[in-house]
């Protein structure tokens, strides 16, 4: 045996136990009551947890923007994932109008390849369906990208699909034997508010929120809900951050439709108010930030089991590039870092706070994610045979967030001074141990590309309620 993990509490979707656990070439060879017989290498978790290697799908990395990239490339962007216990992210491969999307795919992964310090994936953005795009899909799902991303906003950018097109490519993904995720915010509505409110001279960071009330995801949601029944297609929602929107989902649920959701870190545990202070600007992502009321709800559709999985739309930006478009919230990039801070955050303010349980917060975080992109039990699990993605997890040892201990290339961070409970220990990223004690101590470059399985929604069986 290379590794044992001796001494901790093993914490699954399906239950917690005490095990020891084996590690042999990178993967679980033993999960067991006591050590069964030497290894090079003991590593003692008495007192801690140990959780499989959280799955991030929802990260931009070195994204461009019109005026601005994000802040991390893909080096020090995963190197600051290790270090939160995120073992595999799902990016984004980027498409240009006219290119196609094999060759959007090349582009953005030599972007990545040798770089990543973690496993990666890729969802494919489509923003067009001419010149053959449709065709490409099946050829991309064989190549391992199973998911495909919609835009229902953006228009003036170029990245907004009308609802004819989102059908087919609903249809057609679904025939594939993929998933299709969608930004659900209604494009044209919220352009038009967005011009009064700037008409006004109501520019504020506030009225970023103001721009895109509720209403604006409810509606989205609920028609790419409808197009994708009528599609037979499979549908996931980025992003969830209303509770209206959350109403739409579970009513999809009981009426039988294939819709699956995910929130984020940032919709669970800031609020619009933020907005009003004199760093509002920060602050801004898209959708904006919500209120009490929609983050009591989203915490009861994690624990209900109704939104699956907690990524982080991880985008970060300097202040520096959030100040360079002037005093309009409209010219500010839009987004926020999170992939380093998350698992301690929802630890804290989830499982510590009785919001959700610890298994079902390894749920939303790993395993829910493995199986919904196709990349279970290889990740998202602790089973024989399963990658040795693993975190050693300290339940008890306190944390004051602060951008001068993260690893990501902001100058701040949203959760600045908030302090909590739950420390990542130790990552360790098939079978190597990649971070310890909040520093990065592995190889830059050992993180590879994940060929990822089609989408089964019958097989995809998920883990959560309480």
């Known amino acids: ?145 199973t998911s495909f991303k919609l835009f229902l906003a953006y228009r003036r950018d170029g990245r907004m699909v009308d609802d004819g097109a989102m ?48 209403q604006v995801e409810e509606e989205a949601i609920r028609r790419a809900i409808a197009i994708s029944h009528f599609a037979r297609g499979n549908l996931y929602i980025v992003h969830l951050t209303t509770r209206q929107g959350l109403r739409a989902v579970q009513n999809a649920h009981s009426d039988g439709v294939a819709v699956w959701a995910e929130t984020c870190p940032q919709y669970l545990l800031l609020d619009e108010g933020a907005y009003l202070g004199s760093e509002g600007r920060d602050f801004i992502a898209t959708p904006p930030l919500r209120s009490r009321k929609d983050q009591e709800a989203l915490w009861r559709g994690l624990a209900q089991g109704t939104i699956s999985v907690i990524s982080t739309d991880h985008c970060p930006f300097t202040r520096e590039q959030k ?23 929802i630890f804290s303010q989830g499982v510590a706070s009785d ?22 039990p290889t990740k998202g699990s602790l089973e024989v045979g399963s990658d040795a993605d693993v975190v050693i997890f300290d339940p008890e040892a306190e944390f004051v967030i602060s951008a001068e201990t993260l690893h990501t290339n902001t100058d701040f961070s949203p959760y600045q001074g908030l302090a909590g409970r739950g420390v990542v220990q130790l990552t360790m990223l098939r079978g190597l141990i990649i971070a310890q004690n909040g520093q990065f101590c592995g190889p830059s470059g050992y993180g590879k590309f994940l060929h990822r399985r089609k989408f089964e929604p019958d097989g995809c069986q998920l883990w959560p309620t309480g």
Not at 323 to 345: D, H, I, M
């Open 167 to 214: 059908y087919a490519v609903l249809k057609r993904v679904g025939q594939a034997g993929g998933l299709v995720l969608v930004h659900a915010e209604n494009g044209p509505l919220l352009e038009h508010l967005t011009d009064q409110l700037l008409k006004q001279g109501k520019i504020a960071p506030v009225f970023h929120a103001r721009s895109r009330p509720n």
């Open 1 to 145: 045996m290379d590794t044992w993990i001796r001494g901790g509490l093993v914490v699954t979707a399906k239950g917690s136990f005490r095990a020891e656990i084996g590690i042999e070439a990178g993967r679980i060879a033993q999960v067991s009551s006591h050590q069964k017989g030497s290894a090079a290498q003991v590593l003692d978790a008495e007192g801690k947890w140990i959780l499989p290697g959280i799955i991030d799908a929802h990260t931009h990395m070195e994204l461009p923007l019109e005026k601005a990239v994000s802040a991390d490339d893909f080096t020090n962007g995963t190197i600051a994932a290790a270090c939160g216990g995120v073992t595999t992210i799902i990016d984004f491969s980027l498409h240009r109008q006219g290119a196609s999307l094999e060759a959007c795919l090349r582009d953005r992964r030599r972007a990545a390849d040798g770089r990543v310090a973690v496993d990666y994936g890729l969802h494919a953005e489509i923003i067009d369906i001419g010149q053959g795009i449709l065709d490409g899909i099946p050829r991309l799902v064989q190549k391992g990208v």
């Open 323 to 345: 100040r360079q478009g002037g005093e309009s919230f409209a010219q500010v990039p839009s987004g926020l870092p999170g992939v380093e801070t998350s698992l301690p955050l």
């Open 355 to 376: 919001r959700l349980t610890a298994n079902q917060l390894v749920a939303a975080m790993s395993t829910n994610p493995a199986k919904i992109f196709g990349l279970y």
